[in-house]
């Protein structure tokens, strides 16, 4: 299964690439074949609409959206710009948004953040849920903010603190598995016979690898 990656900054000295690099050498680790983009690499003009009637897609977008449909799923670090979502990152989503069939739809999205700050850019996650949600990504409930992203890894990309990989390991091996179980909603529609065991296999993947409530053991 084949995921699309990237941060969504275009610091050369970027923490949120940083934070995609190494998720991304985990989901390897746990069988995804990985495409990891700069961001740069999808530069486009403010979304206009004369020129989108005029001319479609520029060369950026429809960089971005042949990325998209090259794979079955993302994981995309985000930048926590005053509390929300960086407007490059909105203005991307928005003029993919344009292309039929909507690249978005169905595909699984694994969100993650990093930042200085000691809330690590959950708010601004919150906030991408929402224009991916409504292009119809299928967001992975867990979504990984990781604090003090200046300090926050060793020289060699990895994260110092233990608690804090241990978690992402979890988050990244539950979203492979999410993925691959409704990776036929984006990119084939499942056999007759499939449709069922694939149901509870997403279920299972949420019950299993969500941390939104403790398992009935520990209560
Ligand atoms: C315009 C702007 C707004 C920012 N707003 C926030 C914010 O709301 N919360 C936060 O934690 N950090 C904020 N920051 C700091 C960024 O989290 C920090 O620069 C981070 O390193 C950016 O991600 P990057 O390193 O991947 O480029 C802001 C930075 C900029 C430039």
Redo the contacts with the bound molecule.
Sequence with gaps: MRIFAF?A?L?S?????KLIQLASRLAAQFGAEIDLARFHEFDMPLYDGDEDLAHGLPEGARRLKQRIEGAAALMI?V?????SIPGTLKNAIDWVSRARPMPWRGRAVYLLS????P?G?I??LWQTRIPLEGCGAIVFPDMFALPH??TAFDERGMLREAASFERLVREVRGFVRFAEAVEPLCCSPPPEADAKRRAQEIAAALEDESELQPGTAQT
């Design positions: 941060a900054s610091r000295a970027s923490l949120n690439q670090a930048p926590e710009y005053n509390y990093t930042a200085p700050s809330v850019g708010r601004g992203g200046n």
